[in-house]
Every structure is written in C-alpha cells, then in structure tokens.
C-alpha cells in the first residue's frame, strides 16, 4: 500500500476555489464513505484508507491505495464530481504527493509551517478532529493510523524543541489591530460577533482586551451563544435577528460553517443607510465566506477575508528563520524514521513467508527426532543430530540463493554477498 495527499491551500489557490472545494464537518465523514466505496476497484487504485482535513486555508484528502497513480487520478474526479468543478477549473491549483512527500508534508502542516500564520496551533486541534472524524467513519487503517499518530508527536515536539510559536501574530490578533488603525481606541466601539465557535472564541479574548462599548455574540444555538456571552460578560442574540439589528454595530466578525453566505449586500446597504453612513469593519475568516464578496464594494464598509489577514501575520516570518531551519531538521528526522517503518511493513510478507519456510523445515526435523527418541536412540545423540538438521535446512536457502546468481548483475551479486557477510560479521560479534 502506498500514501497519497490530494489539495489545495493557500499558496495553490485563491479563496474563491477554496471556498467551493471545502467540506463541512456535517458532510465530511459521508465523502469519506463515498471515497471507499466508490475506489476501492483496480481502475481506481484500490484505495482502502481516507481522511480529509477541510480549514479555512486548506482542503486536503489523504489516502493508502495500492497504485499511487491511478488513485491519484480517480480522486481527483471524484473532487471535481463533489464540487461540481471541471477538472480544469481544478487541476491548476492542486497538487499531488506519494509516500515520503505525504508525511513530509503533514508533519510540516501540523507542526505550522505550511500556514498562512507561521507557527501556529489551532492547526493541530482541526487535524486531530479530521482523524477522529476519519476514525468514525472507519477510514483509517494501518498506514493512515501510523501516520497521523506520529504527526500529532512530530507537532508537539517541534513546539516543545523550537520557538516556531514566538511572536506568532494570529489572525484574531491581526483583527484587532486593522481595527485600532481604522477606528484608534475601541472603547466606544460595539462588536458583533458571528458565530460561537473556536476561532470567535479566540477573537473575542483579543477584542475584549480593548475594553469595547459592547460586545453581542450571535449563534443559532443560543445555549453555546450564551455560554460564550457569559466567559466575557457579553450580550446573546439570535442569529436570525441578525437583519433587524446588524446595523447596531461598528465591527463585525464572523466565523460559522454555513455552505451560504448569511451577511448579504442589501443587508449591509440598509445597514449603512440606518448608520448614515458611519464606518463598518467586517472580518470574514470562514471558508466559504460568509459575507457576499459585493459588501467589500460598498463605500464605508471595510472588509476582510482570511487571505487578507494572512498578508498581515506574514510579516513577522523572516524574524523566525532559525526556529523555521530547527523545525525541517526535526521533521526530517521523522521522515527517515516513518521511511524505516514503511520498508520494515512492506518486507513483512517477504518475512512471514521466511518465517513459515523455516518451522515447516523445523518440524520435519523434529518429527524424525521423536520417532527416535521413541525407538530408544540415545537422547543426547537424538538432540545433536536435531540441532545439526535444523542448521543445515535453515542454511540451505541461503547458500542455494548464494549459488544461483547467473541472473544478477555483476553489482547486484557483489551487493548480496556484502550484505551476507556484514549481516553474520555482525551476529558472531
């Protein structure tokens, strides 16, 4: 079996495709079900392990399939049939890896150096969920489960051994601070929030250390609305009464997992009438969007996508190289170690196969030392000649395979006879 990653990020595609080629937690594990079904064939690689990592900066789907190539091709029309996109339209802003190249990649990803914000960490927490989300739905097998299991140890000890994380400028740090060059002090100022998840959880922390006028969380749950309210003595509503009131205020962030945009431009445009014109910032970090892309048309209206604030946080990342250089060696030590591990599984057939070479001659040796033994043969003469059987039967197929090399290549033969010496020098140390 052999690992493949298919994606796109933010280095390979603009927000736009990332948008419509993203999945949603609600359809992820179905998609992960119609991967399995619909490749496992030989014409389509035989994939038998899949796993699909969906965030704002990404969609990546990972695989194990016996042939790399053709499963490559059939996920990529199967992407293409999901998202309703031509292979075209999509083929310009994938990109395709095999075996080494896959955990190169993941350990890099996980460990926040392939982010839009370098070194951070919430990228961990959406890979983990991935892998449980995978493990639901009976995605994961052998090769998927010991990759992601040593990608969540490579990321933590990458964190742990480097300053990959110092300095780091979030994009919820990156809000506040586009809103302090656009409005100075937010201490009259009230803040909407959209949505209650982990991202809004983390912008809201930064906003309320400016000490705003107020600060509304809108949910469609007013349970989780209301408890995050409550961490930062904020106001609840629902998020249905977004229209009636959305005017109310000054700064605006939204982050949900709605497949539609919920903050449309006649929305906004009433809005302003009602404000007079009064500046609005909008801070759109979800993928999809959740603000029309015609709001940040609108005069008076400031609007920021999460490809927008990447170029904000980017700035402090020449200030990191060495931890960057720190990170690459650990992460290519790991690769070396999975590289050892992928070589030792694929020899297990070849091994098993030794394994039961060697006991089917052992009991044969066996079988004619207890006839003996049970005809009155002496049983240490009985014991000799056992152990000298089985030495000559365990060494017959090596010394066979030593005689007949007339197939092998002058080089091939020299390296097999190398790697028998070495291999006995170093027993009989």
């Given at each position: 079996?052999?690992?493949?990653?298919?994606?796109?990020?933010?280095?390979?595609?603009?927000?736009?495709?990332?948008?419509?080629?993203?999945?949603?937690?609600?359809?992820?594990?179905?998609?992960?079900?119609?991967?399995?079904?619909?490749?496992?064939?030989?014409?389509?690689?035989?994939?038998?392990?899949?796993?699909?990592?969906?965030?704002?900066?990404?969609?990546?789907?990972?695989?194990?399939?016996?042939?790399?190539?053709?499963?490559?091709?059939?996920?990529?029309?199967?992407?293409?049939?999901?998202?309703?996109?031509?292979?075209?339209?999509?083929?310009?802003?994938?990109?395709?890896?095999?075996?080494?190249?896959?955990?190169?990649?993941?350990?890099?990803?996980?460990?926040?150096?392939?982010?839009?914000?370098?070194?951070?960490?919430?990228?961990?927490?959406?890979?983990?969920?991935?892998?449980?989300?995978?493990?639901?739905?009976?995605?994961?097998?052998?090769?998927?489960?010991?990759?992601?299991?040593?990608?969540?140890?490579?990321?933590?000890?990458?964190?742990?051994?480097?300053?990959?994380?110092?300095?780091?400028?979030?994009?919820?740090?990156?809000?506040?601070?586009?809103?302090?060059?656009?409005?100075?002090?937010?201490?009259?100022?009230n803040v909407l929030f959209v949505g209650a998840g982990e991202m809004i959880e983390l912008c809201a922390a930064h906003f309320n250390g400016q000490?705003?006028?107020?600060?509304?969380?809108?949910?469609?749950?007013?349970?989780?609305?209301?408890?995050?309210?409550?961490?930062?003595?904020?106001?609840?509503?629902?998020?249905?009464?977004?229209?009636?009131?959305?005017?109310?205020?000054?700064?605006?962030?939204?982050?949900?997992?709605?497949?539609?945009?919920?903050?449309?431009?006649?929305?906004?445009?009433?809005?302003?009438?009602?404000?007079?014109?009064?500046?609005?910032?909008?801070?759109?970090?979800?993928?999809?969007?959740?603000?029309?892309?015609?709001?940040?048309?609108?005069?008076?209206?400031?609007?920021?996508?999460?490809?927008?604030?990447?170029?904000?946080?980017?700035?402090?990342?020449?200030?990191?190289?060495?931890?960057?250089?720190?990170?690459?060696?650990?992460?290519?030590?790991?690769?070396?170690?999975?590289?050892?591990?992928?070589?030792?599984?694929?020899?297990?057939?070849?091994?098993?196969?030794?394994?039961?070479?060697?006991?089917?001659?052992?009991?044969?040796?066996?079988?004619?030392?207890?006839?003996?033994?049970?005809?009155?043969?002496?049983?240490?003469?009985?014991?000799?000649?056992?152990?000298?059987?089985?030495?000559?039967?365990?060494?017959?197929?090596?010394?066979?395979?030593?005689?007949?090399?007339?197939?092998?290549?002058?080089?091939?033969?020299?390296?097999?006879?190398?790697?028998?010496?070495?291999?006995?020098?170093?027993?009989?140390?």
């Open positions: 079996m052999h690992l493949i990653a298919l994606g796109l990020n933010h280095n390979t595609a603009p927000l736009a495709i990332r948008e419509r080629v993203a999945f949603g937690p609600e359809d992820t594990a179905e998609t992960i079900g119609r991967i399995l079904s619909r490749l496992e064939g030989e014409e389509s690689g035989e994939i038998r392990e899949a796993l699909i990592l969906s965030t704002c900066n990404r969609t990546e789907i990972y695989c194990a399939a016996r042939d790399p190539d053709l499963a490559t091709g059939a996920l990529e029309a199967f992407l293409a049939e999901e998202k309703k996109l031509s292979l075209t339209q999509l083929s310009a802003h994938l990109y395709a890896l095999q075996d080494l190249e896959v955990v190169k990649h993941i350990f890099s990803v996980a460990s926040g150096l392939d982010s839009m914000v370098l070194g951070e960490t919430q990228i961990v927490g959406q890979i983990k969920n991935a892998e449980k989300t995978a493990r639901a739905a009976k995605g994961l097998g052998q090769m998927l489960n010991a990759l992601f299991q040593r990608t969540f140890t490579v990321a933590k000890e990458v964190r742990t051994a480097t300053e990959i994380g110092a300095h780091t400028v979030s994009m919820s740090a990156a809000a506040v601070r586009l809103a302090n060059r656009l409005f100075g002090e937010l201490t009259e100022l000490n705003p006028k107020s600060m509304t969380i809108a949910n469609r749950s007013l349970d989780r609305g209301e408890a995050l309210a409550a961490r930062f003595g904020a106001d609840c509503m629902k998020l249905s009464d977004l229209p009636d009131r959305i005017a109310e205020f000054d700064i605006i962030v939204s982050c949900t997992a709605s497949a539609l945009p919920i903050i449309g431009l006649g929305m906004i445009e009433r809005a302003i009438k009602t404000r007079h014109h009064k500046p609005v910032f909008i801070v759109d970090l979800a993928v999809p969007r959740d603000v029309e892309a015609e709001v940040a048309r609108l005069d008076d209206v400031y609007v920021y996508t999460v490809d927008d604030l990447g170029q904000v946080v980017a700035s402090g990342k020449a200030g990191r190289q060495a931890a960057i250089a720190e990170s690459q060696s650990i992460i290519e030590l790991r690769v070396k170690e999975f590289s050892d591990w992928l070589q030792l599984r694929r020899a297990v057939p070849t091994i098993e196969t030794m394994i039961d070479r060697a006991q089917d001659l052992t009991q044969v040796s066996v079988d004619r030392a207890k006839k003996r033994l049970a005809s009155g043969a002496d049983a240490d003469e009985v014991i000799e000649r056992l152990a000298h059987d089985i030495t000559r039967k365990l060494i017959h197929d090596n010394l066979t395979l030593l005689k007949n090399t007339e197939a092998l290549s002058s080089e091939e033969r020299a390296h097999l006879e190398a790697c028998f010496k070495r291999f006995y020098l170093e027993r009989k140390r």
